[in-house]
């Protein structure tokens, strides 16, 4: 009886859901042509009511570490704006600077993050500054905005005392070695001294023993939520058992800080009146003297380490490996970091190294930080470009579109950057170069830009510095064609292949160091 009766039900499901998808177009259409708009061109689906074929794509580019080329591939394919399915719902993908501008600046309100997020990544990190919009979301940005105000991120006297750690921890007699992973563990330590106030000490072999299992627990919690997110209304598919105990084990080593800093807020009556550097200093300590919520404090700071998850560290590791490739480029900025003299390296003094910060913005065209960005539309909203047969009429976006976006393709493009688009060309920098608005995005833009993007360049500036001052030659070992490893931010998935010549005289906090 019920063999029967299934193929008839089925019959009837996927006639209610034709019907359905014919009914929404013909709404589509007419809300479209009251808006003067016209759809962009249309990706060819093998799978024309899901699109589960983009999906899948997508999914074996990024185990073949592809998923930036794959990119590339449907731009070059298709042009700068085009319609896809995603899931069976509506997504434009598009690298045309007026839409970008138009998402992420000028109706940034219309579009947002909090429905492609919060629900999924939740049992995580909570409600933040990653996962929710409007005055949620603004609660989380001025909790975490004081932070990265320059009197908090210009001491570089703890990341020198880590980096002498990796130094004496590196070979340096020529011998090749992956650079990267030092890297990761330097900012480990960083990232968890400047939010928690206390390194995990991961880089010295000395870790608390509250954080024994803690990065595990973090980066599968952190990949959990990926999962969730990627597979859509099928996360379901994803088992929860082991990502929940994951999350429950990074809840309990936030709360041990978390505690701590409302402690401290008891006793304190302000930051300012404390003699303790390193809290004034720490993102979790500014946070309590506002709030003494500890679920808001958690959840903020769990984000913002996901935030901070391998960002600088990607970022350094490129700027070295593209250093090491053009050994004229790396001579002469070595040349203006020694001429700097012996005097401590500072906020004021590192600008001034101009070949270095042009190395450094062209290393971030070229890798961007977060190559890949999306948002949701809130509501109707236009796209001012991108449709019709030239690409050039409004796209209607309805509540509920997927705008995707890559910075990596939009920072390669021949015809904003000329044709050496792919090459690394600091000199492109230079007299203070400005391109065109919404061209260069590497730490996004409008009311979401980066908060840690000034903290994130200056930290890169002194440890490529002091590498410099360290070591005389940086040589390349990698003879693999680059390839990006791609989650919430790009790194090389061949690591950062190096040999190092030690310099016969070094500079270490103004004072020369003879060998």
């Known amino acids: 009886m019920t063999a029967t009766l299934l193929p008839p039900i089925l019959a009837c499901f996927v006639a209610a859901f034709t019907a359905y998808r014919l009914y929404m177009a013909y709404k589509l259409r007419l809300a479209a042509q009251q808006h003067g708009c016209q759809p962009a061109t249309r990706y060819k689906h093998k799978d024309p009511v899901f699109g589960l074929d983009i999906f899948l794509r997508t999914g074996d580019a990024i185990t073949k570490n592809q998923?930036?080329?794959?990119?590339?591939?449907?731009?070059?394919?298709y042009g700068h704006t085009f319609e896809a399915l995603n899931f069976g719902s509506r997504a434009i993908y598009s690298v045309h600077p007026e839409n970008i501008r138009a998402v992420f600046s000028?109706?940034?309100?219309?579009?947002?993050?909090?429905?492609?997020?919060?629900?999924?990544?939740?049992?995580?990190?909570g409600k933040g500054f990653i996962t929710t919009d409007g005055s949620d979301w603004k609660l989380s940005h001025d909790l975490l905005k004081p932070s990265f105000h320059r009197s908090n991120i210009s001491d570089f006297g703890p990341l020198e005392e880590h980096l002498r750690i990796l130094l004496e921890q590196i070979p340096k007699d020529g011998s090749k070695f992956d650079l990267q992973p030092y890297i990761l563990r330097l900012y480990l330590d960083m990232n968890t001294l400047f939010l928690f106030g206390e390194p995990i000490g991961i880089l010295s072999g000395t870790p608390p023993s509250h954080a024994e299992g803690f990065l595990d627990a973090f980066q599968a919690g952190f990949n959990g939520c990926g999962l969730r997110i990627a597979l859509g209304p099928l996360n379901f598919l994803m088992p929860k058992g082991a990502w929940l105990k994951a999350c429950d084990k990074v809840h309990k080593f936030a709360n041990v800080y978390v505690d701590r800093a409302i402690e401290y807020r008891k006793k304190t009556s302000s930051l300012e009146d404390s003699q303790d550097k390193t809290n004034q200093r720490t993102l979790l300590f500014n946070m309590a003297q506002k709030t003494d919520n500890r679920t808001i404090l958690r959840n903020q700071t769990v984000q913002a380490m996901m935030a901070s998850t391998e960002t600088t560290a990607s970022l350094i590791s490129h700027v070295i490996r593209n250093l090491a490739s053009n050994p004229t480029i790396c001579a002469h900025v070595r040349a203006e970091v020694l001429a700097m003299g012996d005097a401590p390296l500072d906020f004021d003094r590192l600008p001034r190294i101009k070949s270095l910060q042009n190395v450094i913005t062209e290393t971030l065209r070229l890798h961007p930080v977060f190559p890949q960005n999306n948002r949701i539309s809130l509501k109707d909203t236009v796209l001012p470009t991108g449709g019709g047969s030239d690409g050039t009429a409004p796209v209607f976006a309805p509540a509920g579109t997927l705008f995707d976006t890559s910075f990596s393709t939009l920072h390669r493009d021949p015809k904003i950057w000329g044709p050496?688009?792919?090459e690394f060309r600091p000199s492109r920098w230079e007299n203070d170069y400005s391109p065109p608005p919404f061209t260069f995005m590497p730490f996004g833009a409008g009311p979401r830009q980066c908060l840690a993007q000034q903290k994130a360049t200056m930290e890169t500036s002194y440890i490529i510095s002091r590498i410099l001052q360290e070591f005389s030659g940086i040589k390349s070992e990698d003879e693999k064609p680059y390839q990006a490893q791609v989650a919430l931010t790009a790194k090389s998935a061949h690591g950062c292949l190096v040999s190092l010549t030690r310099a016969a005289e070094q500079i270490v906090e103004g004072q020369n160091r003879q060998f």
């Not at 998923?67 to 394919?77: I, K, P």
């Not at 000028?106 to 990190?125: E, H, T, V, Y």
Request: hydrophobic share 35%; charged share 25%.
């Open 67 to 77: 998923f930036l080329v794959e990119h590339q591939r449907r731009y070059d394919t």
């Open 106 to 125: 000028k109706n940034a309100a219309d579009w947002g993050i909090q429905p492609l997020r919060l629900r999924n990544m939740s049992p995580f990190c």
């Open 420 to 422: 050496d688009a792919n």
